[in-house]
T-cell receptor, first 114, second 113 residues
Framework: GNSVTQMEGPVTLSEEAFLTINCTYT??????LFWYVQYPGEGLQLLLK?????DKGSNKGFEATYRKETTSFHLEKGSVQVSDSAVYFC?????????????FGAGTQVVVTP | GAGVSQSPSNKVTEKGKDVELRCDPI?????LYWYRQSLGQGLEFLIY????????KSGLPSDRFSAERTGGSVSTLTIQRTQQEDSAVYLC???????????FGQGTRLTVV
């Protein structure tokens, strides 16, 4: 079956530091890949997505590239802010499924200190 | 409202009682999803509705769990004879169609005591 593995947290870093959260997946076929973010006290929000190999998703300074050869979708941001403190979830949707039927990773908590 | 609305936001119930959780999707969204978020299991898919029918119920953990959707809008997730392991945050999401972004509600935190 499909699965998503992401690095465990919490990840603690200082403002303006570089952030990487690793995500790898196992899937049959070619899934669509997503990063969702959950800010404290809020619901899950779609951060970015990529639907085919070599696609790069980007939003709010975050980027992730769909790498079929390494089955990865690592999230990066060049300079984090305190407001980026949240839990980040990597997820996939099977090609034949709707984008709302998602297999999530365990989530990575990110804490950014001033 | 503009977003997915879930009620109640918190529910404490005694073991063995039945509970109903409600989801109001974004107006016009035909697809609706229920998820469960718990410490031990992370985020788990429960059920998917397209309109009023549920083509995928594969994530419902037992026959104590059921869901319905009426009028292509509001959905109710019912848990019968609640157990302590049912304690979790239940999330609802909706999307305009199958291959568009899913928007999540803030969830219902269920505590079974």
């Amino acid at each position: 079956g499909n699965s998503v593995t992401q690095m465990e947290g919490p990840v603690t870093l200082s403002e303006e530091a570089f952030l990487t959260i690793n995500c790898t997946y196992t899937a049959t076929g070619y899934p669509s890949l997503f990063w969702y973010v959950q800010y404290p006290g809020e619901g899950l929000q779609l951060l970015l997505k990529a639907t085919k190999a070599d696609d790069k998703g980007s939003n709010k300074g975050f980027e992730a590239t769909y790498r079929k050869e390494t089955t990865s979708f690592h999230l990066e941001k060049g300079s984090v802010q305190v407001s980026d403190s949240a839990v980040y979830f990597c997820a996939l949707s099977d090609r034949t499924d709707s984008w709302g039927k998602l297999q999530f990773g365990a989530g990575t908590q990110v804490v950014v200190t001033p | 409202g503009a977003g997915v609305s879930q009620s109640p936001s918190n529910k404490v119930t005694e073991k063995g009682k039945d509970v109903e959780l409600r989801c109001d999707p974004i107006s016009g969204h035909t697809a609706l999803y229920w998820y469960r978020q718990s410490l031990g299991q992370g985020l788990e898919f429960l059920i998917y509705f397209q309109g009023n029918s549920a083509p995928d119920k594969s994530g419902l953990p037992s026959d104590r769990f059921s869901a319905e959707r009426t009028g292509g809008s509001v959905s109710t997730l019912t848990i019968q004879r609640t157990q302590q392991e049912d304690s979790a945050v239940y999330l609802c999401a909706s999307s305009f169609t199958g291959h568009t972004e899913a928007f999540f509600g803030q969830g219902t935190r269920l505590t079974v005591v």
